[in-house]
């Protein structure tokens, strides 16, 4: 059986704890997934994993094996990328991560453009809230939106993330239309459940205040909060990169258009600049030009 492959399988299985799961991502039997991973113990005379019913653990030869099996799959990859620019074209798979408002509103759409200019490339999109271990989960570029992005990281900035306070047309009509940031404290409000659930920073030219909300319904994901406003459940805070189509159709309002939200950046960040791949570079390039005229900024700061 193929080493690199069984290493691939492996590294998989680790990352994940589950023979079933890897068995999807990759595409193949769960039997073949435990043959691999057989295979790659027979060869190293070493047992990697320790199997229960309910999870899969490394073992200490397992936790060295995955260092060098990551090493020698990434290393892998740079012959494999060298070797391909020689005619120009791109290939080979690249791991990206964003969060999932993003994805839906903004990267697929980016990805799928990207990958109509370079067909033998391949992307992996992990959409997700949490903040993955760049290196551990193998990824190339993560697209995090932030004010202060990991030091540890290289960061480039997109575009800015301005963020606009919304509720439907009906909540507005049973509810009323909050005219001041304080009377928020009285009206059902949608946040996220680990960023500003419970105090909403607003200032107005040279005026700042801290608004105490009561969270009636808290999300840690932001397309959860926008279906939420959408359907009247309150009012929610939400990127203008998500809200304006919404705002374009009427479907939703924006609530004290004269206050503005704390503003944040999206950033492209990378574990070093000293071995970024072709690949990288250009999609990183392809969304520096994409995001040049960002799109989504004015129609949330005028709609009233």
């Known amino acids: 059986m193929d080493r690199l492959t069984a290493m691939q399988v492996f590294v998989e299985v680790a990352q994940s704890g589950s023979f079933s799961a890897t068995a999807d991502k990759l595409d193949m039997s769960r039997a073949m997934v435990t043959r691999y991973v057989n295979a790659l113990e027979h060869w190293l005379g070493a047992r990697l994993l320790q199997r229960t019913t309910r999870r899969v653990t490394l073992t200490d030869a397992g936790e060295g094996c995955l260092r060098r099996s990551l090493q020698m799959l990434a290393l ?20 990206i991560t964003c969060s999932m408002s993003l994805a839906y509103a903004q990267l697929a759409a980016a990805v799928a453009d990207f990958l109509q200019q370079h067909p033998q490339l391949k992307i992996d999109l992990n959409a997700s809230e949490g903040a993955l271990n760049l290196v551990e989960a193998r990824i190339d570029l993560a697209i995090r939106i932030s004010a202060e992005p990991d030091p540890m990281l290289i960061g480039r900035v997109l575009a800015p993330c301005d963020s606009v306070l919304v509720a439907a047309p009906g909540y507005l009509a049973q509810h009323g239309v909050p005219q001041a940031p304080a009377e928020l404290a009285r009206h059902r409000c949608l946040s996220y459940a680990h960023f500003g659930k419970s105090v909403w920073p607003m200032r107005r030219g040279e005026e700042h205040t801290q608004v105490s909300v009561t969270s009636h319904f808290s999300a840690n994901e932001a397309t959860a909060l926008l279906r939420a406003a959408l359907a009247g459940g309150g009012i929610a805070l939400q990127p203008t990169y998500l809200a304006n189509p919404h705002l374009a159709d009427g479907s939703l309002q924006v609530v004290l258009p004269d206050w503005q939200l704390p503003g944040m950046s999206i950033y492209a ?3 070093s600049r000293k071995h970024l791949s072709p690949a990288v570079r250009a999609l990183l390039d392809f969304l520096v030009e994409r995001f040049a005229q960002v799109p989504w900024q004015v129609q949330g700061q005028v709609q009233t």
């Open 76 to 95: 892998m990859e740079d012959v494999e990328e060298e070797a391909s620019t020689h005619d120009g074209a791109l290939r080979g798979q690249l791991r």
């Open 269 to 271: 960040l990378y574990p």
